[in-house]
């Protein structure tokens, strides 16, 4: 199983960044595409999630992000607007598989939002 992201870099406040997380290997299909995040100092959070039944964002980033996924390609995507120096950290893709509920993980993405 292999998970690559892309999309991550520098950015000013208030800036855009999409990020990208194609997944390959996982056999029996996926239930679950979600995207957390480390901010240096503090435990792993979550992101954005989606599944057939619909996405899930915490406040701290609801009406600013957004996430999608393309069944085709098995990618999802994090669209991340209005973005503040909070924002910044490894961003980590996850995948919950079918098959077990197995997870995984992406190797991250560093984003920088600077002030």
């Known amino acids: 199983v292999q998970l690559v992201e892309s999309g991550g870099g520098l950015v000013q406040a208030g800036g855009s960044l999409r990020l990208s997380c194609a997944a390959s290997g996982i056999i029996g299909g996926i239930n679950a595409m979600a995207w957390y995040r480390q901010a240096p100092g503090k435990q792993r959070e979550l992101v954005a999630r989606i599944t057939r039944g619909g996405t899930t964002l915490p406040d701290s980033v609801k009406g600013r992000f957004a996430i999608s996924r393309d069944n085709a390609k098995n990618t999802v995507y994090l669209q991340m607007n209005s973005l503040k120096p909070e924002d910044t950290a490894v961003y980590y893709c996850?995948?919950?598989?079918?098959?077990?509920?197995?997870?995984?993980w992406g190797q991250g993405t560093l984003v920088t939002v600077s002030s």
């Open positions: 996850n995948v919950v598989a079918t098959m077990f509920n197995n997870n995984y």
